[in-house]
């Protein structure tokens, strides 16, 4: 089945910097790969999301990359502010096999004021 | 609209004893999710139901059952709980077999003594 790794697990970043996280998945055929944030005791929640066909989506200080030959994507968060301080979970999904999104194990990210 | 309901919220359980887990969904969701979370573990598929009348197991189905009750319900037992299973469980729906948003419940804290 499909195994993802995320990196760092925990990253703490000044306010106004950028921060970044990265996963890789091991499932060649996984075509889907979604972003969500979970604040503390809090379900997660979809930030962004790309697809297999695309390298690259932005959407205002969230974007995400993926290298499919390379098998990996990548969250970037730019102008990071208090309120980006929260858990982020990658995740990858195929249409073969278990149809169903498997997860990183998440990276804590606290923004310091 | 609800989204996705989950009950109970907390639940303290003893060694041996059984218990479900209920999930209902209000957006005419054809696919459910049980994961469940623990810390740096990330969230781990239980098992899921891609439509109405098929589950399936997920990365970590030992110790649980499911029931795909109807389109709008999906519920989890734990036959003879353990001190293992001691976790956060979410129940999730999404439109597109996984593809998709997952929306998520508001998660049930479950202590096994």
């Known amino acids: 089945g499909e195994n993802v790794e995320q990196h760092p697990s925990t990253l703490s970043v000044q306010e106004g910097d950028s921060a970044v996280i990265k996963c890789t998945y091991s499932?060649?055929?996984?075509?889907?790969f979604p972003w969500y944030k979970q604040e503390l005791g809090k379900r997660p929640q979809l930030i962004i999301d790309?697809?297999?066909?695309?390298g690259e989506k932005k959407d205002q200080r969230i974007a995400v990359t993926l290298n499919k030959t390379a098998k990996h994507f990548s969250l970037h968060i730019t102008e990071t502010q208090p309120e980006d301080s929260a858990v982020y979970f990658c995740?990858?999904?195929?249409?073969?096999?278990?149809?169903?999104?498997?997860f990183g194990s998440g990276t804590r990210l606290q923004v310091q004021p | 609209n609800a989204g996705v309901t989950q009950n109970p919220k907390f639940q303290v359980l003893k060694t041996g004893q059984s218990m479900t887990l209920q999930c209902a969904q209000d957006?005419?969701?054809?696919?459910m999710y049980w994961y469940r979370q623990d810390p740096g573990m990330g969230l781990r598929l239980i098992y899921y139901?891609?439509?109405?009348?098929?589950?399936d197991k997920g990365e970590v189905p030992n110790g649980y059952n499911v029931s795909r009750l109807n389109k709008r319900e999906f519920s989890l037992r734990l036959e003879s709980a353990a001190p293992s299973q001691t976790s956060v469980y979410f129940c999730?729906?999404?439109?597109?077999?996984?593809?998709?948003?997952?929306?998520f419940g508001e998660g049930s804290r479950l202590t096994v003594l």
């Open positions: 790309i697809r297999s066909n695309v």
């Open positions: 499932d060649s055929a996984s075509n889907y």
């Open positions: 957006m005419n969701h054809n696919s």
């Open positions: 999730a729906s999404s439109t597109d077999r996984g593809a998709g948003e997952l929306f």
């Open positions: 139901s891609a439509s109405e009348g098929t589950t």
């Open positions: 995740a990858a999904k195929g249409d073969t096999g278990r149809r169903a999104l498997t």
